[in-house]
């Protein structure tokens, strides 16, 4: 008897070394061949493409679809692909989902109408609605007609709600059990299936309409007497569900509060149309996360590490002109002060500790506050109360570490003024960081408009030009 394969996080690092050193490999021992004069020359490079190529087909059809994606999203375009030809047809569908937005525009390129049809038609109702906005319209449509009633309305169904609702993550795939029936007929009529859904750890009790009326789980169905009716053992208090319309992020954070691994989701009827699985949750997890770190860094969507420099260009280009007008204001603030700084040198060499050191405590505050927006911790109301909490932490390590940078000062240029300027310069711009990290957020998210996108740029801004004209304007009051 075979021993099971031992999988490791790092297999899709050693799984994607191997598909580049056979890449490489075919490269160099074609061009070899390529560049040898003999018999039947294009026999022999035609037989050494294949033979590569097959070593290349073998190695992806071991490989997991995610472990694929992994492979394809870290390959140069024109090795990525080659690489997405020598995939099996039957696998596209998988594979095209657990690829990156940007990269799977990129596949779906090359994609004749056929082989995405082909594609599509492999995946269950609610892959094809996460796949459907990346498809040709009239690819959809011929998909949509292949459906029989019940997937046309599934698939109608997924389709309907926003991207962040639980409507967009469930799936349809799910066993339901009445409650007047024993314990042993449901096991039997489990036999019956080849596999059960994925992270079913739980069966789903339902009147003859449909009607939630508890749940049973499968370790209540195996540890208790078959003779007994799903009634005497389904659990009916306390049964989390979730409605379509329920907002995504609220719903993983129920998952990870009561460590769900599947739920319901029912209508407004409590009827079960539905459910939600931990594996769609940890997806739309890993997905925003993702797109709050790029919204932070001003950038508008996910991209391709190896797109074209145009494509590139207008994701970034858009914060990049409103960091360029920054600059120049900060610029210019600095340039009014351009006496102040020829009297007394000291003044350039001070004057980034005071706009870095504000920047810093900006983005901690920013932060926090975005993540507790993120979490549902934070409401409009609070905004005062945080506002009061974040000028104290800003008043307190201004005067503790201006003070210390103002005792430096002194200690450097003999001159105890600049180094309470120094102190007073540090500790008003961290308090102005930190009314900006709260006012920014919560002002952005009371106007509708993400939070985070942007804010890093936005915060940075502020503090280095209000931290140049604070310390500059106290020195030239206080100093000359």
Do not use: C
Not at 129 to 137: E, I, T, W
Not at 189 to 206: A, C, G, M
Not at 261 to 281: H, M, N
Not at 285 to 297: G, Q, T, V, Y
């Amino acid at each position: 008897m075979t021993e099971p394969e031992e999988l490791h996080p790092d297999d899709v690092q050693h799984h994607l070394r191997e598909v580049q050193e056979l890449l490489a490999r075919q490269k160099v021992v074609e061009d070899l061949v390529h560049r040898q004069d003999m018999p039947r020359h294009e026999l022999v490079e035609s037989l050494v493409h294949k033979q590569h190529e097959a070593g290349l087909r073998a190695k992806l059809e071991s490989l997991h679809p995610a472990d694929i994606a992994y492979i394809l999203e870290a390959l140069p375009r024109d090795e990525r692909l080659y690489v997405w030809d020598l995939v099996k047809a039957e696998r596209d569908g998988e594979i095209l989902l657990e690829v990156s937005d940007a990269v799977r525009e990129s596949l779906i390129e090359t994609m004749a109408p056929e082989e995405l049809k082909a594609a599509a038609e492999s995946l269950d109702a609610d892959e094809l609605a996460d796949l459907a906005p990346d498809l040709p319209p009239e690819v959809i449509q011929d998909v949509f007609q292949s459906l029989d009633s019940e997937g046309r309305e599934q698939l109608r169904t997924a389709m309907s709600y926003p991207e962040d609702s639980v409507g967009a993550l469930m799936d349809f795939d799910m066993v339901t059990v009445r409650d007047d029936v024993t314990l042993e007929v449901v096991l039997r009529y489990l036999r019956r299936f080849d596999e059960l859904p994925d992270h079913t750890d739980k069966l789903f009790v339902v009147d003859r309409e449909d009607h939630l009326k508890g749940i049973l789980t499968l370790e209540s169905l195996l540890i208790n007497d078959p003779e007994l009716e799903v009634g005497d053992v389904m659990r009916a208090e306390t049964v989390i569900s979730f409605t379509p319309e329920d907002e995504a992020d609220e719903a993983a954070q129920a998952f990870e509060r009561y460590d769900l691994v599947s739920a319901p989701v029912v209508d407004g009827e409590k009827r079960v149309i539905g459910r939600l699985t931990v594996a769609d949750v940890v997806d739309f997890i890993r997905e925003e996360s993702e797109a709050e770190i790029l919204s932070h860094a001003g950038l508008r969507e996910e991209e391709d590490i190896f797109a074209s420099v145009w494509s590139s260009v207008k994701n970034r280009w858009a914060w990049l002109a409103i960091n360029l007008v920054t600059a120049f204001i900060a610029s210019r603030v600095i340039g009014a002060f351009e006496g102040s700084i020829e009297k007394l040198v000291a003044l350039a060499a001070l004057m980034p500790i005071v706009a870095g050191i504000g920047g810093n405590s900006g983005n901690q505050t920013i932060t926090m506050i975005v993540r507790a927006i993120a979490m549902g911790q934070v409401e409009q109301s609070a905004m005062n109360r945080l506002l009061k909490k974040e000028l104290g932490v800003a008043l307190f390590n201004g005067l503790v570490w201006g003070s210390l940078l103002g005792v430096l000062a002194w200690w450097l240029y003999g001159n105890a003024e600049l180094g309470v300027v120094m102190t007073a310069a540090m500790t008003l711009n961290l308090l102005l960081a930190a009314s900006a990290g709260v006012l920014i957020p919560m002002i952005r998210i009371r106007l509708g408009a993400d939070p985070a996108l942007g804010s890093s740029v936005l915060i940075t801004a502020l503090t280095d030009s209000g931290g140049f004209f604070i310390f500059l304007g106290l020195a030239t009051l206080f100093l000359l």
